[in-house]
């Protein structure tokens, strides 16, 4: 028993040097590009040595990788059981699944999304969606399927891009508002949108 309390203890210290250098590294991303981070201010900005750092990563793109794998799995898990047709008559589903994920660590995701560098994860997180949505119902959109892809690359590109809008905003809307509004206007269009805003107000 003592055996494996003693061999936890690294894990835990492992867990938490790789969080430490995963948010010193979005801290970073969110004042400059990736290409422009060394790995000897990541480490200072993580409170590490630059030993420390080469003990789990290879270099900068190594954890920017890592970060983006842990987020869609995540994503991967929680969307796994919302089901098309029900999504679409409740969007809310799916924007409450992005909220739980946020949530967590608000600055965090928020310095990760807003980076110029995230294109290529928002456009795995669209893949995501996109492939869970035709999985659980390729044909209840319409019969065309070019219609169903601009439908879905607008509910979903929409989406995305507004909860990128809000993480560069001073978030003085709570995450519950926003994630109510977009859901709304997804289902009811501008009309609901507008009587929501008039409820909130």
């Known amino acids: 028993m003592e055996n494996e309390k003693t061999n936890k203890r690294p894990d835990r210290r492992v867990l938490r040097t790789k969080s430490a250098i995963q948010h010193a590294f979005a801290r970073l991303l969110a004042e400059k590009g990736m290409n422009e981070i060394t790995v000897s201010e990541l480490a200072e900005e993580a409170d590490i040595s630059r030993k420390s750092f080469y003990n789990y990563y290879s270099g900068i793109h190594e954890v920017k990788e890592e970060i983006e794998n842990d987020i869609l799995s995540s994503l991967e898990e929680l969307v796994s059981d919302l089901h098309f047709t029900e999504?679409?008559?409740?969007?809310?589903?799916?924007?409450?699944?992005?909220?739980?994920?946020?949530?967590?660590?608000?600055?965090?995701?928020?310095?990760?999304?807003?980076?110029?560098?995230?294109?290529?994860?928002v456009d795995r997180i669209i893949r995501i969606l996109k492939n869970q949505i035709l999985k659980t119902n390729p044909r209840s959109m319409t019969r065309e399927e070019m219609l169903s892809d601009i439908v879905l690359e607008f509910l979903i590109y929409g989406m995305l891009h507004v909860y990128r809008m809000w993480f560069a905003s001073d978030r003085s809307l709570p995450l519950e508002t926003f994630t109510g509004l977009v859901s709304v206007l997804q289902a009811e269009g501008l009309k609901g949108a507008m009587q929501f805003m008039n409820r909130e107000g």
């Open 87 to 121: 999504s679409l008559r409740d969007p809310y589903l799916v924007n409450a699944t992005l909220g739980d994920i946020i949530r967590d660590d608000v600055d965090f995701f928020g310095n990760i999304a807003f980076a110029s560098e995230s294109d290529d994860l």
